[in-house]
């Protein structure tokens, strides 16, 4: 019998982040005991990166603003796919989530007459980001974090959640080991929230750091939950290139928001040469426009550079595949230019984009106030996700809920900047909340012991698994991981067809069996081998998940784009998400489910935003 | 591709040693970039924190050749590769594992704290008016990746070990950033007097020098809260006024 401890809660959080913080803080609100587990230290987590801004219709900036512009502008966003009551929610409830960060002690930058200031951003119509700098997540996180440690929240600092476990149809607890000694836990609740962020390790070039293996995605899968859209994966556009040790890191949107644009080679502004029908009205069509719409004039229509992520994205794509590329195989970035508009551009380069200004001096010994940066796209955000009530944002699994980057509905197939902080406040309070009221509403049901066994003796595998004996067969948790990451970017990226898919489901497949032998060296202690090894188990599977929707879905929208498929909508197919499940007999099955009927007041909305 | 050795910290409490590594280094690498390829390659079970990579989460403190850095914003090229570079945990904190220390007596300072307190919102809708300039200085101290660089380097810590009688550097920014908050109303002068020992710090400015954030952590946090506590407590006046009011 597995030897461990064992914490009992009415309410677990499974991630740190600004959704898993957010929801602890809730649940803890109706004096429930409520436990907090995380992969890292308190206040690491990748929200911390999150640069640009937090969307919310305050409008502060521009009284033309409402929750009604900030809904539409997020199903235009998602090309229509996204769960319309959800947008409803968080256009409508961001505000107050961003003004009760204020209440908890964070300093928004400011306005002439003391509010809020809000930015712009891509796809959003109006100025509508609080922000701090461009260090808006880490503010956010900060005050999440110094609000939540007096709310009687138990933390599990550098824990890892290896499996949910279930009794009957219901989630009664989740298992576990902390990185210090490698001893196990077992946790015992009556709801549990997952808040686990995203996928992005499972690709080579990534602004994710090694936390984003899809643990959260993976855990509610095996669990029972859906998954859906999951092959909605957004490539910011701007990471860095050069470099390559510092490949993928990001470069934040609030660089062309404060008037940055994007070159060719040739010296030529790409973005202005192919404007998307959706957004041919509202977008400039001259340069001048375009600056003067940066600087606030009202009358002005957004550059083509603000255009949605994966527009811009694949704009980039383009113009590096057709040789008009940098040096470095992505294209120019050029803030600095703005000294031809404005006196002290230096200064305020340095003071509205901080960290990007150190970012390229340390890590590039570029200075973004002198010439322009060299960027290209980067894995960054998986739209897809657990399938949630918009609500309560439960699982199909009673007493399962998630919220944030890990649940799914709110971007549909592509996210506005700004939409992910928003959303992990919006849902994480609601996740809470409702977990909260499950668990006053349900007794703790009993562990299955015998599947807890099961499962140690599962985690203890990669220690048990004979070494290498020198015939190169095997590989080592470090080599699958990065072979699985080579593959998912040049199979699974921006560009798929149905040839590179099918290829990916194979090499998936065979990675597998590889991660099944898999050997860790050493012993349990903060041994990241044995970690990594164990992060195989969720990576191959949201791998495969992500793989098998893009395959289902055929046709090119958003996010997504097929070379055998450029067409946005299969002839004859009405509007649909990809739903994925696991099978009786283990396996993954992809099914499609039309997207439901828009709300008659809700579809007036989008039509007089049009 | 050029070599370069790296001597890395292994072990845990019951004794740990320099191991050297040689590995590949390439343009543009840091130090975390070195660690990795190592552990990757070498070393699958050697302990190392890191986030971001991207110098904006403070996980990945460590002593590069005696200085306190962030591994992911060391770069190589800055380091002199003909002699082995020296990676070790920080000191001020007991060793876990490699380059892995335990900070969580941080932590528990932290939330003994006085949390922020703010007065009742000026506008109807539950919101405050704040002047920009008003808060320049918090969001400087607010900037804090909470890297813990600041406390390894500062020697009431490091070399004293007054961790029971003295915060440390990253927490009088804190307290900082809430005293100076516009609209915070708690007063923590007391306990940085007393419990919070801040009589200790005799400004030699060694946080503000390994700042990865560049906070002028002594001037614009140490000295301002310093100062505020000689006012409220040895203030001659102040103190006849105390004496008489009791």
Redesign the interface.
């Known amino acids: 019998m597995a030897s461990y401890e064992t914490h009992e809660y009415d309410v677990l959080i499974i991630g740190a982040g600004g959704a898993g913080l957010r929801a602890a803080i809730e649940a803890a609100t109706s004096d429930l005991k409520v436990g907090l587990v995380c992969k890292s230290l308190l206040g690491k987590a990748h929200t911390v990166m999150a640069e640009g801004g937090v969307a919310a219709a305050l409008a502060n900036v521009d009284e033309r603003d409402s929750w009604r512009v900030h809904f539409a502008d997020t199903m235009r966003g998602g090309q229509y796919l996204s769960n319309a009551r959800m947008a409803e929610l968080h256009a409508q409830e961001s505000p107050d989530r961003v003004r009760e960060l204020e209440a908890w002690g964070a300093l928004f930058d400011r306005t002439q007459d003391g509010g809020i200031l809000q930015r712009n951003f891509g796809g959003h119509q109006y100025p509508r980001l609080a922000h701090v700098g461009d260090r808006t997540g880490l503010e956010m996180i900060r005050a999440l974090q110094d609000h939540g440690i007096h709310q009687g929240i138990e933390v599990h600092m550098e824990n890892t959640v290896i499996s949910l476990l279930k009794t009957g149809d219901r989630v009664s607890g989740a298992f576990g080991y902390e990185r210090e000694k490698g001893r196990f836990k077992v946790f015992s609740a009556k709801a549990i929230v997952l808040a686990t962020g995203g996928v992005g390790k499972a690709y080579k070039i990534t602004s994710n750091s090694w936390e984003y293996t899809g643990d959260g995605h993976s855990l509610a899968y095996h669990a029972g939950a859906e998954l859906i859209d999951m092959e909605f994966v957004q490539f910011h556009p701007t990471g860095m290139v050069w470099p390559p040790s510092v490949r993928g890191i990001l470069v934040t949107e609030g660089v062309r928001g404060e008037g940055g644009i994007l070159t060719n080679n040739e010296d030529n502004r790409f973005m202005f040469d192919d404007i998307p029908e959706l957004y041919v009205n509202q977008t400039a069509d001259n340069p001048e426009e375009g600056w003067l719409y940066t600087q606030g004039d009202r009358e002005a229509r957004r550059p083509p550079e603000l255009l949605t992520r994966d527009h811009v994205a694949r704009c980039i794509v383009r113009e590096v595949q057709e040789g008009r590329g940098s040096p470095h195989g992505g294209v120019f970035l050029d803030i600095s230019w703005i000294k031809e508009k404005i006196p002290n551009a230096t200064e305020h380069i340095r003071r509205k984009l901080p960290s990007m200004y150190h970012q390229f001096k340390e890590l590039a010994d570029i200075d973004i106030t002198e010439e322009p940066m060299e960027v290209g796209p980067t894995t960054h955000y998986i739209m897809g996700g657990i399938r949630v009530d918009a609500d309560s944002q439960m699982t199909a699994v009673p007493g399962l809920f998630a919220a944030g980057e890990c649940a799914a509905g709110l971007h549909g197939a592509n996210r506005l900047g700004g939409n992910s902080l928003s959303d992990l406040l919006v849902f994480g309070k609601r996740a809470g909340e409702y977990a909260a009221q499950f668990a006053m509403e349900n007794e703790t049901v009993p562990l299955d012991e015998g599947q807890i066994d099961e499962i140690a003796a599962h985690t203890l595998k990669p220690f048990e698994n004979p070494a290498n004996d020198g015939s190169g067969e095997q590989m080592g948790p470090y080599d699958i991981q990065a072979q699985l990451q080579d593959k998912m970017q040049e199979l699974v990226g921006i560009a798929r067809s149905q040839e590179s898919l099918t290829q990916a489901l194979e090499e998936i497949e065979s990675l597998c069996e590889k991660a099944a032998t898999v050997h860790a060296i050493g012993n349990r202690e903060y041994n990241s081998g044995w970690h990594t090894a164990l992060d195989l188990d969720c990576l191959l599977t949201i791998s495969e998940a992500i793989a098998l929707a893009a395959l289902e879905r055929r046709a090119s929208i958003g996010a997504h784009s097929r070379d055998d498929h450029p067409e946005k909508e299969e002839p004859g197919a009405s509007k649909y998400n990809t739903i994925i499940k696991k099978t009786d007999d283990g396996t993954m099955e992809v099914r499609r489910h039309p997207v439901d009927e828009l709300r008659a007041d809700l579809q007036e909305i989008i039509d007089e935003m049009e | 591709m050029a070599k370069a050795t790296f001597r890395i910290w292994r072990g845990?409490a019951d004794g740990a040693e320099f191991v050297d590594y040689d590995t590949e280094v390439?343009?543009?690498?840091?130090v975390l970039?070195a660690v990795h390829r190592i552990?990757?390659?070498q070393a699958?079970?050697?302990?190392?924190?890191?986030?971001?990579?991207?110098?904006?989460?403070?996980?990945c403190s460590a002593e590069v050749n005696g200085q306190p850095k962030l591994m992911c914003?060391t770069?190589l090229n800055d380091l002199p590769l003909d002699e082995p570079v020296t990676v070790e945990p920080m000191r001020a904190f007991p060793l876990?594992?490699?380059l892995?220390t335990?900070?969580?007596w941080n932590?528990r300072v932290?939330?003994k704290m006085k949390?922020?307190t703010?007065r009742p919102?000026d506008a109807e809708?539950?919101?405050?008016?704040?002047?920009?300039e008003d808060?320049d200085h918090?969001?400087e101290f607010?900037?804090c990746?909470?890297c813990f660089l600041c406390q390894d380097v500062c020697h009431v810590l490091r070399e004293h070990d007054l961790h029971e009688e003295f915060i440390g550097p990253r927490f009088f920014v804190y307290a900082a950033s809430?005293e100076m908050?516009p609209i915070?109303t708690e007063n923590r002068l007391e306990e940085l007097k007393d419990s919070d020992g801040i009589g200790y710090c005799n400004i030699t400015k060694c946080c503000t020098k390994v700042c990865p954030e560049h906070i002028t952590i002594t001037d614009n946090a140490i000295i301002p809260l310093k100062e505020r506590v000689v006012d409220e407590f040895y203030d001659p006046i102040k103190k006849l006024f105390r004496v008489f009011s009791r």
């Open positions: 845990n390439s343009e543009g690498m840091v970039d552990q990757a390659e699958n079970d050697m302990a190392v924190r890191w986030n971001c990579k991207a110098g904006k989460c403070g996980s914003m770069r876990i594992k490699d892995v335990d900070v969580s932590f932290k939330e949390p922020f703010p919102p809708d539950g919101t405050w008016r704040m002047e920009q808060i918090v969001q607010r900037k990746i909470e809430l908050h915070d």
